[in-house]
């Protein structure tokens, strides 16, 4: 009893005890551990696929952000090419209408300007019909007979010519 006494420790109880807390021990091991190092670990790679669940979306919409970024630019250089396009064709319809106006002003004055020369000509022969016939009545009051035709074109031409161009 003297290692007893000396440690105040029964080696026995001290087996036994030592013997109780590796079986506990064991079964705690068998029983605890293992489910909740389980149970953590599945926690654990849970919230691991959540992150990289996160990830993946935070990425996906960046790539969404860059498509739309894309598109909206796309759709404003289309907006800018239709814009242009309208002007582009406006001015081109209004170069075209400047065109009919100035052709269709130069028809007219070309109608007038032919118009009046036709005026012109008629009033001429009908200043020359009536300077005939005084000329020929003049002629014929002074001669005191009547012309052939021939004599009577040849003294209202030259009566004519010494009057000058008239108008």
Known sequence: MGFEAFLGVNPWTALFTLANTITLFLV????LFKPVLRMIEDRQNE???MYREACES????KALQAEYEAKFAAASQEAERLVKDAVARGQSREEEILRQANAEANAIREKASADIAQEKKKAVAEAKGEISDLAIEIAQKMIGKSLNDKDQKRLVDSFIDELGEPL
């Open 58 to 61: 935070q990425h996906h919409a």
């Open 47 to 49: 919230i691991d696929n």
């Open 28 to 31: 705690l091991k068998k029983m």
